[in-house]
């Protein structure tokens, strides 16, 4: 009876002792394959990453490892510190080197809903309902028509009463480009088909996050153009057509009651 159970332990105690070993000789394994081969020590991916994600929050998933030099990409990241503020341009996926060429500063990030904003102007951004915004079928990268129409009133002084009133239209600006159009809830302002349909089978129904019904639509106007744009805003009203590059600009100038059926 000892006997047997002397040699069960022992048995046991080898099957420890190997595993061990098979352990230590399985993680050493990547040692032994370098031991000749000159490397480095760079950040690879561990986990995946969002685009957009910041370098400080980066740091939770990727991990130093060495790697062969003959294997390094040209702009591989060594040292964290070195992007500064940086987010990354596109989604990382695990195993992949860090590259300093997938980072880019935060202000330069655009999202689907956003455009580039041309040199040398500003954006504005103009709260209007859905009839006013062609129907909220704007998106980003289009252009525009400006349509603004002003009331022009004179009150009496001492009485407060208004005495004349005018008012008029004009398409003001052309092909004006929305850099950005949201809903006003500030999500992407596009549509999502969902899989209901119609009881006779019709195309699938269309389903939107609209907020309270409006729309925020950004526009890239000089400063000039900016303060006109503004004044109408607070003092008149503002419609936005559709305007292609191959539109016609035409106009007959300011609209009032005289004009209207010329």
Not at 151 to 170: I, L, R
Not at 200 to 220: S, V
Not at 223 to 241: N, P
Request: glycine fraction near 8%.
């Amino acid at each position: 009876m000892k006997t047997r159970l002397l040699g069960g332990i022992a048995a046991l105690l080898v099957a420890i002792i190997g595993t061990v070993m098979l352990v230590m000789y399985v993680q050493n394994a990547d040692k032994r394959a370098l031991a000749d081969t000159e490397t480095e020590a760079v950040y690879i991916v561990e986990k995946p990453v969002a685009a957009g994600t910041s370098t400080d929050k980066l740091a939770a998933s990727v991990v130093q490892k060495e790697v062969p030099k003959l294997a390094l990409a040209s702009d591989t990241v060594t040292n964290l510190d070195d992007l500064g503020d940086k987010v990354t341009a596109v989604p990382l996926v695990p195993g992949e080197q860090l590259l300093s060429s997938r980072m880019v500063d935060a202000n330069s990030l655009l999202g689907p809903s956003r455009v580039q904003v041309p040199a040398g102007m500003q954006e504005i951004t103009l709260k209007l309902p859905i009839e006013r915004v062609v129907g909220g079928i704007l998106k980003a990268g289009d252009t525009v028509g400006v349509f603004i129409s002003l009331d022009d009133a004179t009150t009496n002084v001492a009485t407060g009463d208004v005495v004349s009133k005018s008012s008029g239209t004009q398409l003001t600006f052309h092909k004006v480009l929305v850099t950005a159009a949201q809903f006003s809830n500030g999500a992407a302002a596009k549509s999502e088909s969902t899989t209901a349909t119609t009881s006779d089978g019709a195309t699938p129904a269309k389903k939107e996050a609209t907020g309270d019904g409006t729309y925020l639509i950004t526009i890239a106007r000089n400063s000039a153009d900016a303060e006109r744009v503004i004044f109408a805003t607070e003092f008149g009203s503002i419609y936005l057509s559709k305007e292609p590059g191959n539109a016609d600009e035409g106009t007959v100038g300011v609209v009032d009651k005289t004009r209207l059926f010329r």
